[in-house]
């Protein structure tokens, strides 16, 4: 079995490996030789996470595999005038794979993968008493309530960069726990309209395609969900 890996380097100053054929599925690294070093342990976790999840995993058989680096992106940042600078906008990984539309069972899968990201955030944050949902660690950019809302805000924002957020940014809910069911389901909702759709559009100097917004969505609640239980460590 073969695991097909995009690298996408300076990523926010690390190395991300994507497995292009299994979205959730990545590992990090400082640089693209550790991130690949680090994929054959994302593999074994992602497929005992689906398996935790349904007796019908598609990677229920896996067994030997080898991973194969397929495509390498340098994250740049551009200005207004599209031009590289040292800030601006941060165009991410665009792969050849991206091009492709999502099958009719990639997007049953898709949705099953976030039904599941979905339901280990909000156990994760509604375990929690509020003073620790509220607590901001030293170093860190937002508290935990802070992070879910952020995970919600970033559902709609992916979903703008394809014309389908559905409403605009300031009607989204203000209750953190709300805005985070109201984008969970508008994303459910657009999901199998996008089964076979040809469709890749350009937005602030950066390809997006409903393959990529699959891709992007289900690692951004993956990621972040790890990033809460090293917050709890």
């Known amino acids: 079995m073969q695991i097909r890996i995009g690298l996408e380097n300076n990523f926010e100053g690390r190395s991300l490996a994507w497995a292009l054929d299994y979205p959730g599925c990545f590992a990090n690294g ?47 940042t551009l200005n207004e005038q599209f031009e590289p600078a040292s800030q601006g906008y941060e165009v991410n990984a665009w792969f050849r794979s991206d091009w492709k539309p999502l099958t009719r069972l990639e997007v ?33 950019r937002w508290s935990r309530i802070g992070i879910l809302a952020h995970v919600a ?16 940014r300031a009607g989204l809910p203000r209750d953190v726990f709300e805005r985070f069911a109201f984008t969970h389901q508008r994303l459910l909702n657009i999901l199998p309209e996008l089964a076979g759709l040809e469709q890749v559009v350009g937005k602030d100097g950066e390809f997006w395609s409903p393959r990529k917004l699959v891709r992007r969505v289900i690692w951004h609640e993956r990621d972040h969900y790890f990033h809460l239980l090293k917050l709890s460590l």
Request: overall charge negative.
């Open 30 to 76: 400082t640089d693209g030789a550790e991130a690949l070093l680090r994929v054959p342990q994302a593999v074994l976790a992602y497929a005992d996470w689906l398996a935790a999840h349904t007796p019908q995993s598609w990677l229920a058989d896996l067994a030997d595999f080898d991973v194969r680096l397929v495509e390498t992106f340098e994250a740049h």
């Open 108 to 140: 049953e899968q898709a949705q099953q993968l976030l039904a599941w990201s979905h339901a280990d955030l909000l156990e994760f944050c509604q375990g929690l008493s509020p003073e620790a949902r509220d607590e901001k660690r030293e170093g860190e």
């Open 153 to 168: 805000t970033a559902k709609w924002w992916l979903l703008d960069r394809l014309e389908l957020a559905g409403t605009p």
